[in-house]
């Protein structure tokens, strides 16, 4: 994250570079001559220093831009970070919601299995054996349903009657 002491040493470059401008706005609209500077040769003693401030403006922007540069890619780091932080938190969630879901279908199943209703048969045998002419063979059975489940079972009926094979 960003120290605290940045963001006042970059605003201290920006109101620096504004009264470097200010200052040479001033400089050209005044010209050396009115400010008490002489010609030495063909070069101004004003020019000179207007160039040499103009150099030292340029300075200082370079020194704000890289300042601003540095922070921008620290803020972008972290927003990089926040990201994938984010991605992998999403992950989890959608894994965790899985999970939920598999539970859910195993708990469902479970309350099924676990209120199904169970039938047991009982068989008795009600009349002996008797074999037809032609090889016919029959007895008197019955079957008898009886519900050994938690629940009820419907449409479940006893039927007494004669097998033949």
Same mark, same amino acid.
């Given at each position: 994250?960003?120290?605290?002491? !940045? ?10 570079? $504004? ?14 001559? /009115? ?11 004003? @020019?000179?220093?207007?160039?040499? =401030? ?6 200082? *922007? ?5 300042? *601003? ?13 926040? =990201?994938? &932080?984010?991605?992998? /938190?999403?992950?989890? $969630?959608?894994? =965790? &919601?899985?999970?939920? *879901?598999? *539970? &859910? ?21 009600? !009349? ?31 039927? @007494?009657?004669? &097998? /033949? /094979?």
């Amino acid at each position: 994250m960003l120290k605290d002491r !940045e963001p006042r040493f970059v605003l201290g470059l920006v109101v620096a570079t $504004a009264a470097w401008v200010w200052l040479f706005a001033l400089l050209s609209s005044l010209g050396p001559s /009115s400010i008490g500077l002489e010609k030495t040769g063909d070069v101004e003693k004003g @020019t000179l220093f207007v160039t040499f =401030a103009m150099m030292l403006t340029g300075i200082v *922007q370079a020194i704000l831009f890289l300042s *601003q540069l540095r922070i921008m890619n620290q803020s972008l780091n972290d927003t990089k970070t926040t =990201a994938e &932080a984010t991605k992998i /938190s999403a992950e989890a $969630a959608k894994d =965790a &919601a899985h999970a939920a *879901q598999d *539970q &859910a279908e195993t708990a469902r199943r479970a309350l099924v299995a676990a209120n199904r209703p169970w039938v047991a048969v009982a068989i008795d045998i009600v !009349e002996p054996l008797l074999i037809m002419p032609g090889g016919a063979a029959g007895n008197g059975v019955s079957f008898m349903s009886v519900g050994v489940g938690v629940s009820n079972r419907a449409g479940v009926f006893s039927h @007494t009657g004669t &097998a /033949s /094979s």
